[in-house]
């Protein structure tokens, strides 16, 4: 299928490799995204999925890394390997929000300028969640809402932002979709504002 449409998901063999990187501090952020998807784990290497896109195949690599203090120094080695980062954060989570900003663009940004990253909030079903509106009530905080997912894609220059929930599975293919789509795209493009199906072109990247 062409790239946007949807693709050809199995776990068989494909002749071209990708690695995608999740760089998050928070495992379950990453972990509950993949919930939803065949698994091939061990501690690192989390899942294959082999995608058709424009008629070829290509087999996703998709890992975790470790987000301790402990494996600051070891964890940008698999860096330059990658082909797209995925960034992801709870959107019931705000301290995982402010994390992206403060944290892993500026090591994304140091280790691997040229690889492109996609921001992915997480655990959207919890954000009608009468339970979690009350803890993050209790914490004098809110649930981060789409506008800013979108805002702050913009601003540090993911290729988009996408959402999604592994327990409803919404908008959990079009990660994937759109992961394989950025590292097939030439590092001039637009930004895309994409949940679910839906997609706003909204700046340009210099």
Same mark, same amino acid.
């Given at each position: 299928?062409?790239?946007?449409?949807?693709?050809?998901?199995?776990?068989?063999?494909?002749?071209?490799?990708?690695? +995608? $990187?999740?760089?998050?501090?928070? $495992?379950?952020?990453?972990?509950?995204?993949?919930?939803?998807?065949?698994?091939?784990?061990?501690?690192?290497?989390?899942?294959?999925?082999?995608?058709?896109?424009?008629?070829?195949?290509? /087999?996703?690599?998709?890992?975790?890394?470790?987000?301790?203090?402990?494996?600051?120094? $070891?964890?940008?080695?698999?860096?330059?390997?990658?082909?797209?980062? $995925?960034?992801?954060?709870?959107?019931?989570?705000?301290?995982?929000?402010?994390?992206?900003?403060?944290?892993?663009?500026?090591?994304?940004?140091?280790?691997?300028?040229?690889?492109?990253?996609?921001?992915?909030?997480?655990?959207?079903?919890?954000?009608?969640?009468?339970?979690?509106?009350?803890?993050?009530?209790?914490?004098?905080?809110?649930?981060?809402?789409?506008?800013?997912?979108?805002? /702050?894609?913009?601003?540090?220059?993911?290729?988009?932002?996408?959402?999604?929930?592994? /327990?409803?599975?919404?908008? /959990?293919?079009?990660?994937?979709?759109?992961?394989?789509?950025? +590292?097939?795209?030439?590092?001039?493009?637009?930004?895309?504002?994409?949940?679910?199906?839906?997609?706003?072109?909204?700046?340009?990247?210099?």
């Amino acid at each position: 299928s062409m790239p946007g449409s949807g693709g050809d998901y199995s776990c068989t063999k494909s002749p071209t490799m990708m690695q +995608i $990187l999740f760089p998050v501090k928070c $495992l379950v952020n990453c972990k509950a995204l993949l919930s939803g998807w065949p698994e091939k784990n061990n501690c690192c290497f989390l899942t294959l999925v082999s995608v058709t896109v424009g008629g070829k195949q290509y /087999l996703l690599g998709l890992y975790d890394t470790a987000g301790q203090e402990d494996y600051d120094r $070891l964890r940008p080695l698999s860096y330059p390997m990658t082909d797209v980062f $995925l960034i992801c954060f709870s959107v019931v989570n705000p301290a995982s929000f402010q994390n992206v900003k403060e944290e892993w663009v500026p090591e994304l940004k140091e280790y691997a300028p040229n690889v492109p990253f996609l921001l992915v909030g997480t655990q959207i079903d919890l954000r009608d969640d009468p339970k979690t509106l009350a803890r993050l009530n209790d914490m004098k905080e809110k649930p981060v809402s789409v506008e800013q997912g979108q805002k /702050l894609a913009k601003e540090i220059g993911a290729y988009c932002y996408v959402e999604c929930s592994a /327990l409803t599975q919404k908008g /959990l293919k079009t990660v994937f979709d759109e992961a394989i789509i950025a +590292i097939l795209t030439p590092k001039k493009h637009t930004v895309k504002k994409r949940i679910g199906s839906r997609c706003i072109n909204c700046c340009l990247i210099t």
